[in-house]
Antibody, heavy 129, light 110 residues
Framework: QVQLQQWGAGLLKPSETLSLTCAVYGGSFSGYFCSWIRQPPGKGLEWIGEINHSGSTNYNPSLKSRVTISVDTSKNQFSLKLSSVTAADTAVYYC???????????????????????WGEGTTVTVSS | QSALTQPASVSGSPGQSITISCTGTSSDFGGYNFVSWYQQHPGKAPKLMIYDVSKRPSGVSNRFSGSKSGNTASLTISGLQAEDEADYYCSSSTSSSTVLFGGGTKLTVL
């Protein structure tokens, strides 16, 4: 059974860089995208971005200028960096796995990734001076 | 990108059925049937309940069902139970190859 375990610094000062890592246990990274999602206190979910084992990424346009998601396939891990944090970045950050959804497009199987079937437990990150 | 629109709250009595709507633009849904729903209990990570509009992952009760018409997706929970009380979020794949969540709906079981 696939499990995601995440870790990283929980308390940051404004302007610092948030850094979190998520490890995939019990399964391969290959064939999936893995994503980061965050949830500010008392608010809803916000998708941050995703990466596959080849390093292909997609980012939320509203965060793209500050976000870097990377992968270390040798360790079955992927990481999130968010630069120049402010109090507005205070949230619980989740990592999650996105399985492929196949769809025939003009006779060719195309794979899409959008839903999260396995989630990490979440890491609380607080930004405060 | 703005969040998909969900009602802030819905409620129902045990045994009843409720429906949560999720509305967006055609770009928000990307022209695909790629809609998922998540259940989140307080202090817990979200749990996948529905994907591809109406498919249930293994282990999810058949009391949960999904549908989509035009730019509105819906989650229906039948035979409400106390443990269904939670926050529910819809999500879609957009035309820009990004993922968009709804604002969330708090379900209260009376």
């Amino acid at each position: 059974q696939v499990q995601l375990q995440q870790w990283g610094a929980g308390l940051l000062k404004p302007s610092e860089t948030l850094s979190l890592t998520c490890a995939v246990y019990g399964g391969s990274f290959s064939g999936y995208f893995c994503s980061w999602i965050r949830q500010p206190p008392g608010k809803g979910l916000e998708w941050i971005g995703e990466i596959n084992h080849s390093g292909s990424t997609n980012y939320n346009p509203s965060l793209k200028s500050r976000v870097t998601i990377s992968v270390d396939t040798s360790k079955n891990q992927f990481s999130l960096k968010l630069s120049s944090v402010t109090a507005a970045d205070t949230a619980v950050y989740y990592c999650a796995r996105e399985p492929p959804v196949g769809s025939m497009v003009r006779g060719v199987m195309v794979y899409y990734y959008y839903y999260m079937d396995v989630w990490g437990e979440g890491t609380t990150v607080t930004v405060s001076s | 990108q703005s969040a998909l629109t969900q009602p802030a709250s819905v409620s129902g009595s045990p045994g009843q059925s409720i429906t949560i709507s999720c509305t967006g633009t055609s770009s928000d849904f990307g022209g695909y049937n790629f809609v998922s729903w998540y259940q989140q209990h307080p202090g817990k990570a979200p749990k996948l309940m529905i994907y591809d509009v109406s498919k249930r992952p293994s282990g999810v009760s058949n009391r949960f069902s999904g549908s989509k018409s035009g730019n509105t997706a819906s989650l229906t929970i039948s035979g409400l139970q106390a443990e269904d009380e939670a926050d529910y979020y819809c999500s879609s794949s957009t035309s820009s190859s990004t993922v968009l969540f709804g604002g969330g709906t708090k379900l209260t079981v009376l």
